[in-house]
């Protein structure tokens, strides 16, 4: 864990909770950690952790979120390249791209996930739910449906110019006024 650490992947935990098991014997006590790990980069992961200590959930956590990380499609200024929706459980999440400058308008578990994975200008909602885990877990869902413009082309066979119905640069360039 120290090799990723140095590599520039941080993380932060979104949630600790107390969770409570009855028994026959009495009552157990653990806790719960909620942490995303992602390297402001396009990189970023979700884990849950559980223990009977705090630092020992936040650990397992974390060694979980390393290796549930996704890579994401962002634009050179910071955002996402289209509209985006998805549904975990009964969570639902609405992510819009944002113009330069107007930093991310986020709540709760989407924020923290949105700015560890290094998106700067977004706009985003959280629908539904108020669950934690599902509301981090739609985002991600999200934010992996992304793609790019160029890739939808390229898998569909087309060329870029037929797809978006422009012409390309180049052509631009060579008409003279």
Same mark, same amino acid.
């Given at each position: 864990?120290?090799?990723?650490?140095?590599?520039?992947?941080?993380?932060?935990?979104?949630?600790?909770?107390?969770?409570?098991?009855?028994?026959?014997?009495?009552?157990?006590?653990?806790?719960?950690?909620?942490?995303?790990?992602?390297?402001?980069?396009?990189?970023?992961?979700?884990?849950?952790?559980?223990?009977?200590?705090?630092?020992?959930?936040?650990?397992?956590?974390?060694?979980?979120?390393?290796?549930? !990380?996704?890579?994401?499609?962002?634009? !050179?200024?910071?955002?996402?390249?289209?509209?985006?929706?998805?549904?975990?459980?009964?969570?639902?999440?609405?992510? !819009?791209?944002?113009?330069?400058?107007?930093?991310?308008?986020?709540?709760?578990?989407? !924020?923290?996930?949105?700015?560890?994975?290094?998106?700067?200008?977004?706009?985003?909602?959280?629908?539904?739910?108020?669950?934690?885990?599902?509301?981090?877990?739609?985002?991600?869902?999200?934010?992996?449906?992304?793609?790019?413009?160029?890739?939808?082309?390229?898998?569909?066979?087309?060329?870029?110019?037929?797809?978006?119905?422009?012409?390309?640069?180049?052509?631009?360039?060579?008409?003279?006024?």
């Amino acid at each position: 864990m120290k090799n990723e650490n140095q590599k520039g992947i941080n993380h932060k935990v979104i949630e600790i909770r107390r969770v409570c098991k009855v028994s026959k014997g009495g009552k157990s006590l653990n806790f719960r950690a909620l942490i995303v790990v992602g390297n402001q980069k396009g990189i970023v992961g979700l884990g849950i952790g559980k223990a009977s200590q705090v630092l020992n959930a936040i650990k397992k956590g974390q060694s979980r979120a390393i290796q549930n !990380r996704i890579q994401i499609a962002m634009t !050179r200024t910071k955002t996402i390249p289209h509209k985006s929706e998805a549904n975990f459980g009964a969570a639902q999440v609405m992510l !819009r791209p944002a113009a330069p400058g107007s930093g991310v308008i986020a709540g709760g578990a989407i !924020r923290t996930v949105l700015e560890t994975a290094g998106i700067k200008n977004i706009l985003a909602k959280q629908l539904r739910s108020k669950n934690k885990i599902n509301n981090a877990r739609a985002t991600l869902v999200a934010l992996s449906n992304l793609r790019f413009i160029t890739v939808t082309a390229k898998n569909r066979g087309l060329s870029l110019e037929k797809l978006t119905g422009r012409k390309s640069y180049e052509e631009i360039k060579d008409v003279k006024p």
